[in-house]
DNA sequence: ATATTCATGTAACAAGTTACATGATTAG
DNA sequence: CTAATCATGTAACTTGTTACATGAATAT
């Protein structure tokens, strides 16, 4: 359900083709959702269905056409409609969290890395951050643009999007320092099966 | 793929029935992967067919019988294998969130509301989380644990939910400040259209 | 020359959610 | 006596992922 919603709120910050939206939507940049350009795809026609969205067929000249989606009345309704209704808890699903869970029992030294490059992007993912803030404020302090601006809402996703960043950094540098303190004190190279049988 | 792994490293911290495991993945305990009953159950089966655990059913007196999994040797090579398999990095997919972007086309009130029980949400859980840990270093320091202990993962895991409710608490609260200048500065209620046409 | 960007899609599959169904036991 | 806990499952459905396919334009 939340991806429609995701979507329709996308395009409150204008219209797009689906390529545009799957550029907002990218995982290594959205700081408010994120999907693969077939789930947009196929949202986008089941909206379109639905009356929720409308698209214009853009001829272009020396580009593919693109079909270009706008929200219709009935799409912002929609939306209100979704902000009004109780959300569910998110749902805890990282990858690399199962590894460090099991990392007593897997690879000690692949598990380290898979952080560490966790580590590197979620910095990365942090100064492209930081680089929107300063283009959203456009010189002024937080306050004049919040008093100032039609839509906080983007900027609240963005600064979440920090602060989610932020302790990403905090806790692959405390599993870092762990395993690496580990590593130092226990000479034998941990067998998978040392704790077991 | 994840949930596979997710549940083969739960199964490191002891055999379990379905529903045992049913609860150590309940969304408002799981700090490291969450998951329903009927996902497990399903996951439980091919676990099985695949030789991953080995299930026993233990007959019980005064309750329904129960199968009881544990991990197999063919099972402790898989986790280790999914160490060691590089991870993708984790998608951002968050209700609230998509609220929050869309709140300014939306239902202020009831986005208030909804960040306002996030905040509670993640206060009772930094709560569970810090009681959980404190039974964890059963008195001791930190750093004693940790020289200690036979398993890290399942510690580092759950200062993981202790850093992400805390940057959960201070986004919210930061969202309610916010929200509420918002309102007290703005006279007419925002309509839903007041940007657009 | 080759890779990347723009632009859209189909098909098959894997993962996750919701509703329903059963049935005994224990705690309030 | 009612609700919660223990314990497992089926079926239908919705979401999300992956692989494949096409094809021109531009940047290196």
């Given at each position: 359900m939340a991806l429609r919603y995701a979507v329709l709120a996308a395009l409150l910050e204008g219209e797009a083709s689906g390529y545009e939206l799957s550029k907002r939507f990218d995982v290594s940049v959205a700081n408010f959702w994120s999907a693969t350009p077939q789930q947009l795809y196929r949202e986008l026609d089941q909206l379109e269905a639905r009356g929720l969205v409308a698209a214009e067929v853009v001829e272009q000249e020396r580009r593919p056409n693109k079909r270009v989606f706008t929200l219709t009345e009935a799409g912002h309704e929609a939306l209100y409609a979704f902000t009004a209704a109780p959300a569910r808890p998110a749902a805890m699903r990282d990858e690399l969290v199962?590894?460090?869970?099991?990392?007593d029992a897997g690879d000690v030294?692949?598990?380290?890395?898979a952080v560490a490059e966790r580590l590197q992007h979620a910095r990365a993912k942090l100064a492209l951050y930081e680089q929107i803030r300063k283009s959203m404020l456009a010189g002024g302090s937080e306050e004049a643009f919040l008093a100032a601006a039609e839509r906080v809402g983007p900027y609240l996703t963005l600064l979440g999007g920090r602060v989610y960043e932020r302790s990403n950094i905090r806790w692959c540098e405390l599993v870092l320092r762990v395993l690496a303190d580990r590593e130092h004190s226990r000479r034998p190279a941990l067998s998978r099966r040392a704790t077991s049988e």
């Open positions: 199962v590894k460090v869970q099991a990392v030294a692949a598990v380290r890395a």
